[in-house]
């Protein structure tokens, strides 16, 4: 990961150690077990009001589909996650953030991330206090400047993490993306480098395309040709301006 997101996971680290210690006033709360994190979790977004943002990576303590995100999007809550590939690991999950990005969440995607975490209006934040599984405990965090750190770690992360771009789930007979490179690729190749930049291994990339790793290499190999480029990086550059 990026040296200043690992700086900044340890700083936020360290305060939480230190704020857990002396903490006042109901402002922290240790949340045993993965079953009360995971009913914390529902509660604050049912609670939230303007805003959730999130870390998204493995392990979890409920089905990845969250039910509740399309409706609070509809009624004006707005949704930023970060991902981390291992988020894409299973069948049917860029499909699903699709669904998400459709309905208005915005998403982005980072190599790594320090820790998982939900924070609700910039005042409360739930979260494991290690992540090792079964995520036995976690931490709601209430009102205070721990949780002004975690949202500076959030927007500094967000800024450095790549976009997942609408375009990539457009309905077929939709208008292309502008650039000249992308308008010759269709939304399946998109979706393959978009991937490919995210990080994923060939293995899972194949899963979400329902594919074969044997297929994908063959298509990734032709769209190198296709894009004059010598690396999957510098292909992913090219066919995704």
């Excluded at 230190?18 to 995971?38: C, K, M, S, T």
């Excluded at 609408?166 to 077929?172: G, R, S």
């Excluded at 000249?180 to 930049?197: F, N, T």
Aim: no cysteine; glycine share 8%.
């Amino acid at each position: 990961m990026h040296e200043r997101g690992q700086s900044g996971a340890a700083v936020v680290i360290g305060d939480l150690q230190a704020e857990r210690a002396q903490a006042q006033g109901g402002q922290l709360e240790v949340l045993a077990g993965p079953e009360e994190q995971a009913r914390w979790y529902v509660r604050l977004q049912q609670e939230a009001k303007e805003e959730v943002l999130t870390f998204d990576r493995p392990p979890y303590v409920l089905d990845y589909h969250n039910p509740l995100q399309t409706g609070l999007l509809r009624s004006g809550v707005r949704y930023r996650t970060i991902y981390t590939p291992e988020a894409f690991d299973h069948t049917g999950a860029f499909d699903e953030v699709g669904t998400l990005i459709k309905a208005g969440e915005e998403a982005r995607i980072l190599p790594e991330l320090p820790f998982k975490m939900a924070i609700v209006d910039r005042w409360r934040a739930v979260m494991p206090l290690s992540m090792d599984p079964p995520l036995t405990r976690g931490v709601l965090i209430m009102g205070s400047t721990m949780v002004v750190a975690l949202v500076e770690l959030f927007e500094r992360l967000w800024r450095e993490a790549l976009p997942v771009r609408p375009e990539l789930w457009q309905e077929p007979g939709a208008p292309e993306p502008a650039g000249e490179a992308a308008s010759e690729l269709g939304a399946e190749d998109r979706r393959l480098l978009a991937l490919l930049a995210a990080g994923l291994k060939d293995d899972a990339i194949a899963r979400q395309l329902g594919t074969s790793p044997r297929i994908l290499r063959r298509r990734l190999r032709h769209l190198l040709d296709e894009l004059n480029a010598e690396t999957r990086s510098q292909a992913s550059r090219r066919g995704l301006v």
